[in-house]
């Protein structure tokens, strides 16, 4: 049974870092590749990062380019949201995701808030 289970959400104010966590169990972890989504109050699920199963190429949306980095252990079958420079518009329950044998699978999410 495929599970995700996201941790490492917290309130931060502006400016600050959050490294976020998904830990993955119930599927050969290694041959899949991993992406974050997050969720706003009012808006729709968004695309936030993603990388490969041997972690050789990543992509990230525009909105978080240059202050979010993905990475993933395998060895650990642990994937990272390393997050700086956080900005209000990043509050957002983060989910991470993977397509599995045609099924899309999510965690249950964590939450980030940016405040002052």
Avoid at 26 to 53: C, D, M, N
Wanted: with cysteine.
């Amino acid at each position: 049974q495929v599970q995700l289970v996201e941790s490492g959400g917290d309130l931060v104010q502006p400016g600050g870092s959050l490294r976020l966590s998904c830990a993955a169990s119930g599927f050969t972890f290694s041959a899949y590749a991993i992406h974050w989504y997050r969720q706003a109050p009012g808006k729709e699920r968004e695309l936030v990062a993603g990388i490969t199963s041997a972690g050789v190429s990543t992509s990230y949306a525009d909105s978080v380019k240059g202050r979010f980095t993905v990475s993933r252990d395998n060895a650990k079958n642990t994937v990272h949201l390393q997050m700086n420079s956080l900005k209000p518009e990043d509050t957002a329950v983060y989910y991470c995701s993977t397509l599995h044998r045609a099924t899309r699978y999510w965690g249950q999410g964590t939450q980030v808030t940016v405040s002052s």
